[in-house]
């Protein structure tokens, strides 16, 4: 069956250069951006229940460009002034570039991994006799702290924001033909807003090993799957999948 019509469950890209931009403009489809999940800080008082002391710390890790925006949104709330001198240990060049809306870059010590958290690894245990903070969501991945206890590093995780479940139900009657999925929450988002989903004819298009276990545990089908090494990204893989089934016979 033809694929005309695509739910991705994130938010629309910012950038007009986007790959999904180019997939409605090549095939003629439409493709709506509704986030299935939402970030929401931890208030300052929850934070210092954790014992969290930002004074305690000489390095923070940063995963994400959440862990960015809810570092610096408690480090205000607290009335905690940076220190110019704290070291940063950013997961991939892209959370390093992010980090430029608080700092300026060149006067700070930022060390920058390559992707995977493992790759900080030789970055962190040079450093390790600082004091480090991993200012984090409550959904950690594991490969985090194992890494890091592997290290053996002096390291806390605040729980600085949560990833929570949006609200759906205006899209009871709308239907797709593709739904688009990244994370195991974005499919448990679907089944707490739609608990007698069926899938029929939907095409489910899954990012990563874990949303596609997900899916699987939910009885769902999965059509699409990304990364592989034909198509290591979503965009790629929904190109490859609707250049075959939009493919006139």
């Known amino acids: 069956m033809k694929v005309k019509t695509i739910l991705v469950s994130q938010p629309e890209p910012k950038v007009e250069n986007s790959p999904?931009?180019?997939?409605?403009?090549?095939?003629?489809?439409?493709?709506?951006?509704?986030?299935?999940?939402?970030?929401?800080?931890?208030?300052?008082?929850?934070?210092?229940?954790?014992?969290?002391?930002?004074?305690?710390?000489?390095?923070?890790?940063?995963?994400?460009?959440?862990?960015?925006?809810?570092?610096?949104?408690?480090?205000?709330?607290?009335?905690?002034?940076?220190?110019?001198?704290?070291?940063?240990?950013?997961?991939?060049?892209?959370?390093?570039?992010?980090?430029?809306?608080?700092?300026?870059y060149r006067k700070r010590k930022i060390y920058v991994g390559q992707k995977d958290f493992v790759e900080?690894?030789?970055?962190?245990?040079?450093?390790?006799?600082?004091?480090?903070?991993?200012?984090?969501?409550?959904?950690?991945?594991?490969?985090?702290?194992?890494?890091?206890?592997?290290?053996?590093?002096?390291?806390?995780?605040?729980?600085?924001?949560?990833?929570?479940?949006s609200d759906l139900t205006d899209l009871a009657d709308v239907y797709y033909d593709v739904l688009a999925f990244f994370s195991p929450t974005g499919i448990k988002s679907l089944f707490k807003n739609f608990p007698d989903f069926k899938q029929n004819n939907t095409r489910i298009a899954v990012f990563g090993s874990t949303t596609q276990k997900e899916a699987i545990e939910h009885g769902l089908r999965v059509d699409i799957m990304a990364p592989s090494p034909e198509a290591p990204s979503m965009t790629m893989a929904l190109e490859k999948y609707i250049a075959k089934s939009n493919k006139d016979k």
């Open 20 to 104: 999904y931009f180019e997939l409605i403009q090549k095939h003629k489809i439409k493709i709506d951006f509704r986030p299935f999940i939402h970030v929401e800080g931890v208030p300052v008082k929850e934070i210092r229940s954790q014992k969290i002391d930002l004074n305690n710390y000489t390095a923070i890790i940063l995963t994400s460009r959440n862990s960015v925006d809810h570092f610096f949104r408690v480090a205000e709330e607290m009335r905690y002034k940076v220190p110019e001198d704290l070291k940063y240990f950013c997961q991939s060049e892209a959370v390093a570039f992010y980090l430029q809306k608080y700092v300026v």
């Open 120 to 165: 900080l690894s030789p970055l962190i245990k040079k450093y390790k006799e600082e004091k480090f903070l991993l200012p984090a969501s409550d959904q950690l991945n594991f490969d985090v702290p194992q890494t890091l206890d592997a290290l053996k590093v002096n390291w806390t995780q605040g729980v600085f924001y949560r990833t929570v479940m």
